[in-house]
Structure formats: C-alpha cells, structure tokens
C-alpha cells in the first residue's frame, strides 16, 4: 500500500505504525504482518471449509507466530455464520482484525456486534456509482444496499471506508468516489491496481496502459490533495503496484516539494511488495499461498501443519526465493534502481503475462529513464 494522503499531504494515520515502522519494531523482517482469511462466496458451506474449530486454531496459530493483523475477505465473509466469533477471537488475542465486505449485509444489528467485538476496520467494496456497480455486482440494489451498510457502520462507531480496483470499465469512476468520500464522510478510500494471475489469465485486457495508469494515479493525488486543501482530509491510499511510491515521489521532486526526501526515506522503510514474506493468504479450505492472488499455488494447509510452520519452511523453492526475490527478479526489475522500494511489485502479475515468475512486472507503468 502507499499511503497517497500520507506521503504527499504528511497527515498521520492509524496505520502509520504498522506500514512504516516496521523497522523499529522487534518483528523479523520476514514474519507476516498481515494475512488474508478467505470465505467461499456461496450460500452454501463445503465439506472441505475450515469448520469454526478449525478457524480458532488457525487464529491462535497466528497470534503464536506473532501475525499483527487479519483479514476477513472472501467472496463475502459475512456469509459465514461464526464470522463475528472469530473477528472476536482474533481480538481476544490482541490481533488486529479488519474485513472486507460489500457491505450488503451489514445490517444495524450486524454493525453493532462488529462495533462491540473491537473490529478495527470495515472496507466496503464499490466497483462505481448507482449504474456502474450494480451492473459489475449483477444485483439492481447492490450500490443503496452497500450505502446502507455504510451508514450503519457509521452510526455504530464503526470506522469504515471504501475499496475500489480501477479498469477500463470504471476508471471514469474515480472522481464520483472522490465526491463520495465528501458527502458520506468516509474515512477512507483504497484505490487498487488490477492484478491478474494464472497464466493466460483474461483480466490482463482490462487492465489501463502504462499512460492511462500514470494519469489515474495523477488524479488520486490531485483529488486527495484538493481534499487536504480544503480541510477535508481522508486517508487514501493506492495497493497493488509499488510503482506509485517512486512516481510520487518523483512528482515531489519536480514540485520541488522540501517533503520529497522524507517521502524517499518513509518508501524504503515500507519495502515494497511483500508477498509470501510480510503477507500471505489463508483460502477457506485451509490452502496457504504467497498473497491473495495466487491461490493456484498453494505451500501447504494448516489443517496439515501450523501455519508458522508451513510458512517458515524454505525447503519450497518458491517460499525461499519469494523471502528474498531481490536477487531473483530479471528484466527492467533487476536493473532499476528503485528495486529497494518496490521489491520487484508482483511477481504473480509477470507469470501471468509471461509465463516466468521473475520477469518484470508489465504493469510497471515507470520509464527507462525514470527507473535507471
């Protein structure tokens, strides 16, 4: 994640302690500072989801390796019926426990349990307005449906905040999210890259051209910067392409921006990319992968082994080059000289696209000369 309103607006944030302090923290660098829970998206349980037992254990597991946060996402975790028990397990062990939802099914009732467990964060996923995100949802209702749980959230003390993944079909989105923020008073706002896995994967189409990108992350730091102007400030923040950090800072720079040199410092404290070293992804079977995205490629299952363990044994290759994929990563990537700050960004992306783990990441939207 890089932190637009933080870096470019220097506001200080809630998870300011988590994203960069990393370093003056007694925490190895390789140990999981966030996982992904999942739950199946489907009105159904299956005989191979981890049944509720089965979640607590995984729950203490992570607390025993020393995991600081978790996250409940899916399809739509709060299908799952013990979801709130397990948000408050979490808790009970000092984790910090967020979710992610569209937000439909949060009803008052519902708001007020998340509220009193001590849930940290709800993050509400919108594809656009009205129109738009009820065609991606494939529900008339879904955008007044997920407004309502907004505000029940909001009423019951709950911090909530948006997410939206930016493509082709609703880029031009972006600056109604904007004014959404404003008129509901939402917090926050997390704008994500497109990612595709999976080789031949059909999302790469949608994904904006390098131009496009540039253009869209120039409008997120404009709009949050107008925000910060008129004392209206959120938190914002863009995920999924470690590129932005160099381009913000490179923008600063040419502002002549006297923060520009602090920003530089903060970015290689948040060391990039961290998948399959600082996050990973436990799926709802029980299946754990590198991050969120690549759950084809699975390193083991905690009903199997502890988590700890299977996350700690380098005798899988790919585990053992992802802990330190600096020294493995080709192409513009080895040779860029923001490799320190990005990590390499998402080695999932470049096996989709060419078939090689290690290649450079398509979706790096920086120049030649930006990068050498």
């Given at each position: 994640?890089i932190?637009?309103s933080?870096?470019?607006?220097?506001?200080?944030?809630?998870?300011?302690?988590?994203?960069?302090?990393?370093?003056?923290?007694?925490?190895p660098?390789?140990?999981?500072?966030?996982?992904?829970?999942?739950?199946?998206?489907?009105?159904?349980?299956?005989?191979k989801?981890?049944?509720?037992?089965?979640?607590?254990?995984?729950?203490?597991?992570?607390?025993?390796?020393?995991?600081?946060?978790?996250?409940?996402?899916?399809?739509?975790p709060?299908?799952?019926?013990?979801?709130?028990?397990?948000?408050?397990?979490?808790?009970?062990?000092?984790?910090?426990?967020?979710?992610?939802?569209?937000?439909?099914?949060?009803?008052?009732?519902?708001?007020?349990?998340l509220?009193n467990?001590?849930?940290?964060?709800?993050?509400?996923?919108?594809?656009?307005?009205?129109?738009?995100?009820?065609?991606?949802?494939?529900?008339?209702?879904?955008?007044q449906?997920?407004?309502?749980?907004?505000?029940?959230?909001?009423?019951?003390?709950?911090?909530?905040?948006?997410?939206?993944?930016?493509?082709?079909?609703?880029?031009?989105?972006i600056?109604?999210?904007?004014?959404?923020?404003?008129?509901?008073?939402?917090?926050?706002?997390?704008?994500?890259?497109?990612?595709?896995?999976?080789?031949?994967s059909?999302?790469?189409?949608?994904?904006?051209?390098?131009?496009?990108?540039?253009?869209?992350?120039d409008?997120?730091?404009?709009?949050?910067?107008?925000?910060?102007?008129?004392?209206?400030?959120?938190?914002?923040?863009?995920?999924?392409?470690?590129?932005?950090?160099?381009?913000?800072?490179?923008?600063?720079?040419?502002?002549?921006?006297?923060?520009?040199?602090?920003?530089?410092?903060?970015?290689?404290?948040?060391?990039?990319?961290?998948?399959?070293?600082?996050?990973?992804?436990?799926?709802?079977?029980?299946?754990?992968?590198?991050?969120?995205?690549?759950?084809?490629?699975?390193?083991?299952?905690?009903l199997?082994?502890?988590?700890?363990?299977?996350?700690?044994?380098?005798?899988?290759?790919?585990?053992?080059?992802?802990?330190d994929?600096?020294?493995?990563?080709?192409?513009?990537?080895?040779?860029?000289?923001?490799l320190?700050?990005?990590?390499?960004?998402?080695?999932?992306?470049?096996?989709?696209?060419?078939?090689?783990?290690?290649?450079?990441?398509?979706?790096?939207?920086?120049?030649?000369?930006?990068?050498?």
């Amino acid at each position: 994640m890089i932190g637009i309103s933080k870096l470019y607006c220097g506001t200080v944030e809630p998870s300011d302690a988590l994203r960069y302090g990393r370093r003056s923290s007694d925490l190895p660098s390789h140990l999981l500072q966030f996982v992904h829970c999942y739950a199946r998206a489907v009105d159904r349980t299956h005989e191979k989801e981890l049944a509720h037992e089965q979640g607590l254990a995984v729950i203490d597991d992570l607390d025993a390796f020393g995991v600081p946060v978790i996250l409940f996402s899916g399809g739509e975790p709060l299908m799952r019926p013990d979801l709130v028990e397990l948000a408050k397990h979490a808790v009970s062990k000092g984790m910090r426990a967020v979710i992610s939802t569209n937000g439909t099914l949060i009803t008052p009732k519902k708001a007020k349990e998340l509220k009193n467990i001590g849930l940290s964060y709800v993050g509400v996923s919108l594809d656009g307005m009205e129109a738009v995100n009820d065609r991606f949802r494939g529900k008339k209702g879904a955008f007044q449906d997920a407004l309502a749980g907004i505000r029940n959230c909001q009423e019951a003390g709950l911090k909530v905040g948006l997410r939206f993944t930016i493509n082709r079909m609703n880029v031009s989105e972006i600056p109604h999210i904007f004014d959404l923020l404003e008129e509901y008073d939402i917090p926050r706002v997390c704008f994500y890259h497109l990612v595709y896995a999976g080789r031949g994967s059909d999302l790469v189409e949608q994904d904006l051209d390098h131009g496009e990108t540039r253009k869209v992350v120039d409008l997120i730091i404009d709009r949050t910067r107008d925000l910060h102007d008129r004392g209206i400030p959120k938190e914002v923040l863009t995920v999924d392409n470690h590129a932005d950090g160099p381009y913000l800072y490179l923008r600063m720079k040419r502002e002549k921006n006297p923060r520009a040199e602090e920003v530089l410092r903060l970015l290689n404290m948040n060391e990039g990319n961290n998948s399959g070293r600082g996050f990973g992804c436990i799926s709802w079977d029980g299946s754990v992968h590198a991050d969120q995205f690549w759950r084809y490629d699975s390193f083991g299952n905690v009903l199997e082994r502890p988590f700890g363990e299977i996350w700690s044994d380098l005798t899988n290759p790919l585990m053992a080059k992802l802990k330190d994929k600096k020294k493995y990563v080709k192409g513009r990537c080895a040779k860029c000289k923001w490799l320190d700050i990005c990590a390499g960004n998402f080695r999932v992306r470049a096996e989709a696209v060419t078939g090689d783990v290690w290649a450079a990441d398509p979706a790096c939207y920086l120049t030649d000369e930006e990068i050498l």
